[in-house]
């Protein structure tokens, strides 16, 4: 005899919630990811200030990327024990924690520490939390929604460097970091709109009920 769960398998709705979800992706990646082109043009001046050679802005970009894949070993176990939300929560904080942090950077090794290492596990563990959960919400149309969530992160990478540029005229390096990180908040937004598709309850209503629905609107 089978388990009456066994017939109650949750499966992906390829929709309704699901769109919200993928909203939710869309900004976390969006505010945590749209900064990675406009690297240099933000460091510059503070780089030449720390006489930090070309070399040296390789191994800070280094080791964000590897700390933003290796992050990935993290996110299974962190699952397993806390939802989406809770995951991607805290790291779009430990994300926002380094790059305000990186405002008072004062040396290479302060910009690795915080930057690279601090802000690269944050956004890594939150940006694959939040597409482990768009992942458990489609299926036939999975890759509609993964388009759709990085369809903004693309435009906002055309559009940020310019954006950065006005603001280091107006507010210089530190000002600039600080309202970065103001920014890369949204993110937090982004993972309260994660949910667990075994927490989306479907709920029936009586036909007594929908029937006393449709009388009451039809006597208006």
């Known amino acids: 005899m089978k388990n009456s ?6 499966k992906a709705p390829d929709g309704g919630w699901g769109w919200f979800v993928c909203l939710g992706s869309s900004l976390i990646s969006l505010s945590l990811r749209s900064l990675d082109p406009s690297f240099g043009l933000l460091f510059q001046d503070l780089l030449e200030d720390l006489h930090i050679e070309s070399t040296g802005t390789s191994v800070i970009m280094s080791v964000l990327d590897a700390i933003v894949n290796f992050s990935g ?16 929560f805290f790291g779009s904080l430990l994300s926002c924690t380094g790059l305000m942090l990186t405002s008072r950077a ?3 090794f302060y910009l690795i520490c915080t930057y690279s290492i601090l802000g690269g596990f944050g956004t890594g563990i939150a940006i694959a939390s939040a597409f482990v959960a768009l992942n458990t919400f489609f299926d ?14 693309t435009l906002a990478m055309m559009l940020v460097p310019q954006l950065v540029h006005i603001l280091l005229r107006s507010y210089g390096f530190r000002g600039t ?8 908040l949204h993110s937090v937004v982004g993972a309260c709109l994660l949910q667990s598709l075994e927490t989306r309850k479907e709920v029936s209503i009586p036909k007594v009920t929908y029937k006393f629905y449709l009388e009451f609107h039809q006597s208006l």
Do not use: N
Not at 5 to 10: A, F, S, V
Not at 140 to 153: D, P
Not at 177 to 184: G, N, Y
């Open 5 to 10: 769960h066994d017939d109650t398998r949750k």
């Open 73 to 88: 070993l993290f996110v299974g176990p962190l699952l397993k024990k806390y939802s989406y939300r809770k995951v991607a």
């Open 106 to 108: 004062d040396s290479m």
């Open 140 to 153: 036939k149309k999975r890759g509609q929604a993964v388009g759709f969530s990085m369809a903004g992160t």
């Open 177 to 184: 970091m600080l309202i970065i990180s103001a920014w890369a």
